[in-house]
């Protein structure tokens, strides 16, 4: 069995993507002594290195790589060795431009960049394993060798191509999927339109048409093409299992950019040994610090809970943003401690060394461009140290209090053309769920739909609009057996075909809500409405309005104004030993704090309502202690009880009853036992 976290690492990682191809070898020496001064661990080397190791086909050059190895496993320094396989060198697409991806719209990529790979091509299938081959082969047993690193970040550039290699291919993950021609017309409803097909000869992927297409027909291929990036990650890591045994394997996903959308890592997160994730901050006017909470939590669950690792993030501005800030003094520090204690067993960065050409050179590095004598550099130094003292968290587990339902092919149906209104983004829901949930200082694990919920008092599902008949089954006998579950409008809609469940809307969730919906009616832009509740409060709502028919369930909110006015806009159903609260509107972060509030005292979740807003406190426990991570995102001082004395680590400091938190600082209590 291969190992689950980095072979013979015993501190976190802390490190980052080390390119010294693109430096002359005098600079190696320079890199190893700096890696030393700042407590590197390990680095991830060979990436993007397929030209340099194999210049000519089925010639190698592996002596500056052996070099690299050795110097560092000299220097005590662990390796995450990537297959070179996301970016083949310019002799293969001479002699193969038919493995350049080609667009929906008809349109071949071409060389001179990175990932620009058709996965269906015989011709990269073969020489990726070749490659990799050679490298099992030659690494496998070198004593610095910690990790494999397949790839980089499947899905990105191109996740999906649309040339005849790939409508062949395509065609054959039907019949495995449906079995017959007739069951393809029956799942993608081709009576509509006049699309029946009479043979797979006849199906294509879904390419450039007047209008519309076939939404069945793109979800499938979404789906195709997610398992065609699989199949080829599958062979490469089957290939260094067998060469390499004991190694762990991993590949680098982006799990809550919603710009790379393209894999279902429920299924991905079962085929690595390690979960491994990159995270950049996105500057679009947001709290980066919840986003990035709400990337680690979801790589977390991914992971199954599991201890996982930061691979990339940045020491501080990007370089592909219309902006890119650099961060603030203490930014690094909060932003990687923040993904340690949301589980990760280290903080990696791209990339150690800023380069001086190439399309990345103003992204920020390890080392940057200013060199040693600067903030970066001494901020590098302070975190290595830091991740250092915090050893001792490895293999413990954050503590979840809450969960939100999370599915990437729901996600790849609602967003098909030809919606109720294109102001509503099921995104945009689950990050406004999530903040409301943050901002009452709850942790928040994920879970696939048909996954077991029994152990969350709490379950949060926002615009879920695929909603398979077992997972409505699932969310039902969750609420049944005692758990609080919120729904949001949209959700429950069509099946794992984008087919309308049968009846009133929601077909999948009509019974744990207790009502149907008979219309639903979306506001104009701009326009907004208020609801009012219980206790007279009012709460301003936009987006969507909707006409609720209670079945059941009790009317705790009211439409005020607007198409739907009089009617239910938020209810609540008891069924069983739960309640199943429905949210039929739009409600921003700070309103839905409102329901939640509510729907947490259903669930006997306590209060944290005297904890500091942008004060972040999550928990790892396990075998070597309970571990409370505090970090304080705001400018001021912040102080937070303890339930527990213990000592805090990043100071060494006893702690007791109270906890003081400078401005942007970040603590780490090991509570007594
Ligand atoms: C990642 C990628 C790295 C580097 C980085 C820059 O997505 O894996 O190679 O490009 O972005 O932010």
């Known amino acids: 069995m291969p190992e689950t976290t980095p072979h013979g690492l015993r501190r976190l990682a802390f490190g980052g993507d080390y390119n010294p191809e693109q430096w002359p070898e005098s600079v190696w020496q320079e890199d190893v002594?700096?890696?030393?001064?700042?407590?590197?661990?390990?680095?991830?080397?060979?990436?993007?290195?397929?030209?340099?190791?194999e210049p000519e086909p089925g010639s190698y050059t592996f002596g500056w790589l052996d070099r690299v190895l050795d110097l560092l496993h000299a220097n005590g320094i662990r390796v995450d060795l990537g297959t070179p396989t996301v970016a083949?060198?310019?002799?293969?697409?001479?002699?193969?431009?038919?493995?350049?991806?080609?667009?929906?719209?008809g349109v071949r990529y071409a060389f001179g960049s990175r990932g620009a790979i058709c996965h269906s091509s015989p011709a990269y299938r073969e020489a990726a394993a070749r490659i990799t081959t050679e490298l099992a082969r030659r690494y496998g047993t070198h004593p610095a060798l910690a990790l494999w690193h397949v790839h980089n970040e499947y899905g990105v550039?191109?996740?999906?191509?649309?040339?005849?290699?790939?409508?062949?291919?395509f065609r054959r993950w039907l019949d495995t999927a449906h079995g017959s021609v007739e069951a393809v017309n029956d799942a993608w409803g081709t009576a509509f339109w006049g699309q029946r097909y009479a043979s797979y000869e006849e199906i294509d992927p879904p390419r450039l048409t007047p209008t519309v297409g076939n939404p069945a027909q793109q979800l499938d291929y979404r789906r195709f093409a997610d398992a065609t990036l699989r199949e080829n990650f599958v062979r490469e890591r089957d290939i260094l299992h067998r060469l390499a045994p004991g190694i762990p394997v991993t590949t680098n996903f982006m799990t809550a950019l919603s710009q790379c959308d393209s894999l279902d890592y429920w299924s991905w997160g079962r085929e690595v040994d390690l979960v491994t994730n990159d995270h950049y901050l996105i500057t679009d006017g947001r709290r980066t610090h919840v986003n990035l909470a709400m990337a680690a939590d979801l790589t977390r669950s991914v992971a199954g809970g599991a201890p996982w690792l930061l691979?990339?993030?940045?020491?501080?501005?990007?370089?592909?943003?219309?902006?890119?800030?650099?961060?603030?003094?203490?930014?690094?520090?909060?932003?990687?401690?923040?993904?340690?204690?949301r589980g990760s067993e280290g903080a990696m960065f791209f990339q150690w060394r800023q380069s001086r050409r190439g399309a990345e050179k103003f992204h920020s590095s390890m080392v940057p461009h200013a060199g040693t004598d600067s903030r970066i550099w001494r901020e590098v130094v302070a975190l290595g140290a830091d991740l250092g003292t915090l050893a001792e968290v490895r293999g413990t587990r954050t503590v979840p209090d809450a969960a939100m339902v999370w599915d990437w092919q729901s996600w790849w149906a609602q967003g098909l053309e030809w919606r109720p209104s294109e102001d509503h983004d099921a995104r945009e829901r689950a990050d406004s769920f999530y903040e409301s949930l943050y901002d009452r200082h709850l942790t928040v694990d994920f879970a696939h739909p048909e996954a077991d919920l029994s152990a969350y008092p709490l379950v949060v599902v926002p615009a879920l609009y695929l909603v398979t008949e077992a997972a409505g089954l699932n969310l039902r006998s969750y609420v049944e057996n005692g758990g609080t579950l919120v729904v949001s409008y949209f959700s429950g809609i069509v099946d794992e075909h984008d087919a309308v469940h049968p009846g009133a809307y929601p077909g999948a969730l009509r019974d744990v809500l207790g009502l149907t919906v008979e219309e639903w009616s979306p506001l104009g832009a701009g326009e907004s409405v208020r609801i009012?509740?219980?206790?007279?409060?009012?709460?301003?709502?936009?987006?969507?309005?909707?006409?609720?028919?209670?079945?059941?369930?009790?009317?705790?909110?009211?439409?005020?104004?607007?198409?739907?006015?009089?009617?239910?806009?938020?209810?609540?159903?008891?069924?069983?030993?739960?309640?199943?609260?429905?949210?039929?509107?739009?409600?921003?972060?700070?309103?839905?704090?409102?329901?939640?509030?509510?729907?947490?005292?259903?669930?006997?979740?306590?209060?944290?309502?005297?904890?500091?807003?942008?004060?972040?406190?999550?928990?790892?426990?396990?075998?070597?202690?309970?571990?409370?991570?505090v970090l304080n995102h705001t400018a001021d001082e912040a102080k937070v009880p303890l339930d527990a004395p213990g000592t805090e680590l990043l100071g060494g400091e006893r702690a007791d009853g109270q906890l003081a938190v400078p401005a942007g600082a970040v603590r780490v209590v090991r509570l007594d036992a």
């Not at 002594?33 to 190791?53: D, N, P, Q």
């Not at 293969?92 to 929906?104: I, Q, S």
């Open 88 to 105: 083949p060198p310019a002799w293969f697409y001479r002699a193969h431009p038919e493995a350049l991806p080609v667009t929906r719209e």
């Open 157 to 169: 550039p191109v996740s999906a191509c649309y040339c005849d290699t790939c409508a062949a291919h």
């Open 532 to 629: 009012t509740g219980p206790a007279g409060d009012s709460l301003p709502a936009d987006v969507w309005t909707e006409f609720v028919v209670p079945r059941g369930a009790e009317t705790v909110w009211t439409y005020a104004d607007g198409p739907a006015v009089g009617r239910p806009a938020v209810t609540r159903h008891r069924l069983g030993r739960g309640t199943a609260w429905y949210v039929s509107t739009r409600l921003d972060a700070t309103a839905l704090d409102t329901v939640l509030r509510a729907a947490c005292e259903d669930a006997g979740i306590d209060s944290r309502d005297t904890l500091p807003r942008d004060v972040e406190v999550v928990r790892r426990s396990g075998e070597s202690g309970d571990y409370l991570f």
């Open 33 to 53: 002594r700096l890696m030393r001064e700042a407590g590197v661990t390990m680095v991830s080397v060979g990436i993007f290195s397929w030209a340099l190791l």
């Open 311 to 341: 691979l990339e993030h940045s020491t501080s501005g990007v370089s592909w943003q219309p902006r890119n800030p650099a961060k603030r003094p203490g930014e690094m520090a909060r932003n990687s401690l923040a993904h340690v204690a």
